[in-house]
């Protein structure tokens, strides 16, 4: 299908979207009198492949600027005219996406993206010669030199001048761009696809908030500490007196014990002080007077603390001792303790703690060097699980995780035979082994804790679906999105609240693919409703005279065995030999079309195209590249729809971002 997202392990599929995606968007452009080029078309969609999302139909503003700002001036390869007009033709790009219904209705809308355009400082950005990466400093000096990159001798040439010193360069701006080498670059790592989830509505979510132990608890130590503040010894920590105050109003159970030793009332301290709800100054502990709002509704209060968290490792992990450091964890909570929450996220059934402590060992030995195989690493080992059930019981006090006990799911032992998992075979067995406990410490997140987290990965960047957020969204958008991200149960349930939206129905969606100008897009959409449809079998076979959805209607019942070729008619059999085609030119370029026909019909090849053209297909734009594929094999000539490279192919005419540094 025409997909706007792709693994990236998935370079050729990728490769050949951006083929389509350039031509068809540079002729929608061109009917329009609408600026576009493929360099920078090819480019944009490069900039969102290589992004921590990968969607490359979801745009924000930060998207756009990170795009203008960062991408083209370090990346991009072109004459100055072309780089110049990257503005202009990002907002074509953008508003083909949405004439084409590929759109993701997530992200901002064209007209506001119009705005982060214009006001983005780009020519400055542009202008700016560090932005550029040392690779695109060659390479366009090399360009403005008119080299031929496809001519391997005019390059040679180019680099024999160099060390020569024929060409003139800006010695001093190089200079500081390989000083800069080591310094992260522009790709974002690819974080893992996460599954749609559902959420109660926010009354509950706020009414959950006000019922957590922790924000109580928070509450009362704000009130406590008060507008007149709390004396605090030279040490920093409450007076004796008032330590057994608080942990008599918390609850705590440690109302005899020395203040040191008050671990839950020293979390509950540190968590305020992190949560901006009390402060130190002049030896005296205050209630913060602009937390008074925050402190009045929980689930602002909720929200605050939970971001706190993060910053507490030193006070949730076992303190360092004389002769034991802090744990592993503790050093590294801030960057673990997110992606434990990302892990658990979503998932069908609590997980195993002792799975989590496998992986948070596997992270903790990442981040440190451990080269003692013998005492020592089994006891920093025993003391990062240690200090992980105890960041777990915080949260669960806080009402993000809840903790049981039992039997584990199937599904943490399942994979641990697979090679791809990262655990060695010794830790794997040691796990299966833990795994058959019948009362195992459990933990899932809360509904609570599934918006916090999703919302932490919202603000990274990262794709987090929620049941219900499609709900009003354009019919060929939603179909769209269903298709690709969304599993069948899943999707189905979306499905069914869109049509709930009153003047919302199935002829609309049925029209949106209709109108949709990608054949292989259109078969996944009409296959993700009538897999979600509880009469989808009964409309697909009502679809198969349908003027425009009749191919895919009649691919789809010989696919799933529900039409048997016999009974197709010769009519049928022509559209059917159409829809193959345009899907193989969609998916694969001209090249893959012309190689598999002719391979399967050798010198009658290009009368299998003709056939298909003059086939009464509804893809006139399809059908139209089927015809120039034969006219331009009639010439002889390189098959190539629009200048340059072939759709595609690895290398593009002006380089719009693969002449890199490795």
């Known amino acids: ?14 490769e050949a979207a951006v083929g389509l995606l350039t031509r068809r968007c540079l002729a929608w452009a061109d009917e329009r009198g609408l600026p576009a080029d493929d360099t920078v078309l090819a480019a944009a969609l490069e900039s969102r492949h290589r992004s921590r999302d990968g969607r490359l139909a979801y745009w924000d503003t930060d998207q756009v600027r990170r795009f203008l700002l960062e991408w083209v001036p370090h990346y991009v390869v072109a004459p100055r005219d072309i780089l110049e007009a990257a503005p202009d033709c990002l907002l074509t790009f953008l508003r083909y996406l949405d004439a084409s219904g590929l759109r993701d209705p997530r992200g901002t809308a064209v007209a506001d993206l119009s705005s982060a355009v214009t006001e983005a400082e780009y020519t400055a950005a542009l202008d700016d010669p560090l932005r550029q990466s040392v690779a695109k400093f060659w390479t366009q000096t090399a360009a403005d030199r008119g080299v ?29 761009l390989m000083a800069r080498l080591t310094e992260p670059g522009l790709d974002e790592e690819r974080a893992y696809t996460q599954p749609p989830i559902a959420l109660p509505p926010a009354v509950e979510l706020t009414e959950a908030a006000a019922q957590s132990i922790l924000v109580r608890r928070l509450a009362a130590v704000a009130e406590w500490a008060g507008a007149d503040g709390r004396p605090l010894t030279a040490a ?30 020293n979390l509950l301290l540190a968590w305020a002080k992190k949560a901006r709800l009390i402060r130190t100054s002049k030896g005296r502990l205050f209630r913060v007077a602009k937390a008074a709002p925050i402190l009045r509704d929980p689930d602002a209060l909720w929200r605050r603390a939970f971001e706190a968290f993060f910053e507490l490792g030193s006070t949730i992990g076992a303190p360092p001792s004389s002769w034991y450091p802090a744990s592993m964890l503790v050093e590294s909570f801030d960057e673990i303790l997110p992606d434990v929450l990302n892990s658990m996220y979503g998932l069908p059934s609590p997980v195993p703690v002792v799975r989590l402590q496998e992986s948070v060992w596997l992270a903790c030995k990442e981040y440190f060097l451990v080269d003692d195989k013998g005492f020592r690493e089994e006891a920093w080992r025993r003391q990062v699980d240690l200090d992980l059930v105890a960041a777990l019981e915080a949260l669960a006090a806080l009402g993000a995780v809840e903790l049981s006990h039992g039997a584990a799911d199937e599904l943490y032992s399942s994979d641990l035979d697979d090679e791809a998992q990262p655990l060695d075979s010794e830790a794997a067995t040691r796990l299966l082994a833990r795994l058959r406990d019948p009362d195992l410490l459990l933990a899932r997140l809360t509904p609570l804790g599934l918006r916090a987290t999703r919302e932490r990965m919202l603000a990274e960047g990262r794709d987090a679906p929620l049941i219900g957020e499609l709900a009003t969204a354009p019919p ?27 003047g919302q129905d199935v002829e609309t969606l049925l029209q949106a693919i209709r109108d949709c100008p990608f054949r292989t897009r259109a078969s996944a959409t009409l296959g993700i409703l009538t897999e979600a449809l509880p009469d ?34 010769d009519r049928e059999q022509l559209l059917l030999l159409a829809e193959g085609l345009l899907n193989l030119l969609e998916l694969g370029g001209p090249e893959a079309v012309l190689e598999q026909d002719t391979e399967m019909a050798g010198k009658d090849a290009t009368g299998v195209i003709e056939a298909a053209v003059s086939s009464g297909h509804p893809d006139a734009i399809g059908l139209a590249e089927l015809g120039e594929l034969v006219a331009q094999s009639a ?5 190539r729809l629009v200048p340059g490279n072939a759709p595609g192919a690895r290398g593009r005419r002006h380089g719009h971002g693969k002449k890199r540094e490795h």
């Open 236 to 265: 920093g920590a409450p007076r004796r007196p008032d330590a057994r105050e608080l942990a008599a109003l918390l609850e705590t159970g440690e109302d005899n014990l020395r203040v040191v030793e008050m671990r839950q009332v």
């Open 1 to 14: 299908m025409t997909r706007t997202f792709f693994e990236p392990d998935e370079t050729d599929e990728f």
């Open 148 to 176: 031929d990159f496809d001519n391997r001798r005019a390059v040679e040439n180019f680099q024999r001048d160099v060390d020569a010193g024929r060409v003139t360069f800006d010695a001093e701006v190089l200079d500081q």
């Open 635 to 639: 010439r002889a000539h390189p098959l």
């Open 476 to 502: 060929a958008e939603l179909l769209g999105l269903l298709a690709q991200h969304y599993p069948p149960e899943a999707a189905a349930v979306e499905l069914s609240g869109w049509l709930a939206v009153p």
């Open 536 to 569: 989808g079998l009964s409309m697909l076979r009502s679809l198969r005279a349908d003027p425009v959805l009749g191919p895919l209607a009649l691919t789809a019942l010989l696919d799933g065995g529900d039409l048997q070729p016999e009974s197709i008619e």
